[in-house]
Antibody, heavy 119, light 114 residues
Framework: QVQLVESGGGVVQPGGSLRLSCAASGFTFSIYGMHWVRQAPGKGLEWVAFTRYDGINKNYADSVKGRFTISRDNSKNTLYLQMNSLRAEDTAVYYC????????????WGQGTLVTVSS | DIVMTQSPDSLAVSLGERATINCKSSQSVLYSSNNKNYLAWYQQKPGQPPKLLIYWASTRESGVPDRFSGSGSGTDFTLTISSLQAEDVAVYYCQQYHSTPPITFGQGTRLEIK
């Protein structure tokens, strides 16, 4: 069965960096684009970033552009999110999400990893 | 960016009654080339990730009970729960994937039992 397992969250000071990982299994990771979506405590869902199946095409939300980098290693079935220059407003649960084939609706989500940016 | 606006923000419905949640997009999410609406609905329970209920505005995800249905086209959409069950208490989100980036979500609708 499809599994997405995020890791790498934690507490970091403003201006710091963190790298999140998402280990995928149960499907052919290398043929799917993948996404990161976040949710601030008690708030709604915010799409963060996308990488095409081959890692060449990437898109970002304006709120993270220039600070976050999405990447993937298809040999390890792993998705990454490098987060630099972190701000308090980046505090959230970060989910990796797999889209339905041919549609960017997300049929599988990880359990999420909490990132807290605080001094 | 396409703005998604849900109504109401919260809703209380009696068990066995119909629940209706609306979602309006600031631009059409219908692609005329394939006549598909790029609109999805999710259910999120506390402490859990969202669960996909509906995509292409009306296609029910595998395993989702048939009391959940989606309708609408263009800019106006509805999620209907035909007979509310206790396990349906959750927050519901709509999402557009038509004009991306960015993918955008509605603000959420909290559904409770009356």
């Amino acid at each position: 069965q499809v599994q997405l397992v995020e890791s790498g969250g934690g507490v970091v000071q403003p201006g710091g960096s963190l790298r999140l990982s998402c280990a995928a299994s149960g499907f052919t990771f290398s043929i799917y684009g993948m996404h990161w979506v976040r949710q601030a405590p008690g708030k709604g869902l915010e799409w963060v970033a996308f990488t095409r199946y081959d890692g060449i095409n990437k898109n970002y939300a304006d709120s993270v552009k220039g600070r976050f980098t999405i990447s993937r290693d298809n040999s390890k079935n792993t998705l990454y999110l490098q987060m630099n220059s972190l701000r308090a407003e980046d505090t959230a649960v970060y989910y990796c999400a797999k889209p339905v084939a041919a549609a960017n609706a997300f049929d599988y989500w990880g359990q999420g990893t909490l990132v807290t940016v605080s001094s | 960016d396409i703005v998604m606006t849900q109504s109401p923000d919260s809703l209380a419905v009696s068990l066995g009654e119909r629940a209706t949640i609306n979602c309006k997009s600031s631009q059409s999410v219908l692609y005329s080339s394939n006549n598909k609406n790029y609109l999805a609905w999710y259910q999120q329970k506390p402490g859990q990730p969202p669960k996909l209920l509906i995509y292409w505005a009306s296609t029910r995800e595998s395993g989702v009970p048939d009391r959940f249905s989606g309708s609408g086209s263009g800019t106006d959409f509805t999620l209907t729960i035909s007979s509310l069950q206790a396990e349906d208490v959750a927050v519901y989100y709509c999402q557009q994937y038509h004009s991306t980036p960015p993918i955008t979500f509605g603000q959420g609708t909290r559904l409770e039992i009356k």
